[in-house]
């Protein structure tokens, strides 16, 4: 069973940045991928951002060039670097992990972005 705890989420204006995290309880490097959703009210639930465990990332086209995932292998953590924020990227934000044909899920962080 993997965990993961995401932080960061908040209420940002438009043009502004916000940093999430998600913690996971074993270690990165045993996990496939990992990866954050979205899902906006109403809609379904998207892919934002998911590297490989060995592989490159790979951005959703709405995101690209604002958006960066990275990770601390020694915190078993990962973030979203979300830049130039726009209404548009209003929604819960999932972290992802992937180990084998299994998927898990964190609870999710909000972010709203409104003047």
């Known amino acids: 069973q993997v965990q993961l705890v995401e932080s960061g989420g908040d209420l940002v204006q438009p043009g502004g940045s916000l940093r999430l995290s998600c913690a996971a309880s074993v270690s990165i490097f045993s996990l496939d991928a990992m990866g954050w959703y979205r899902q906006a009210p109403g809609k379904q639930r998207d892919l934002v951002a998911r590297?490989?465990?060995?592989?490159?990332?790979q951005y959703a086209d709405s995101v690209k060039g604002r958006f960066t995932f990275s990770r601390d292998n020694a915190k078993n953590t990962v973030y979203l670097q979300m830049n130039s924020l726009k209404p548009e990227d209003t929604a819960v934000y999932y972290c992802?992990?992937?180990?084998?044909?299994?998927?898990?899920w964190g609870q999710g962080t909000q972010v709203t972005v409104s003047s």
């Open positions: 992802n992990a992937e180990r084998g044909s299994v998927d898990f």
């Open positions: 590297a490989l465990r060995y592989g490159s990332t």
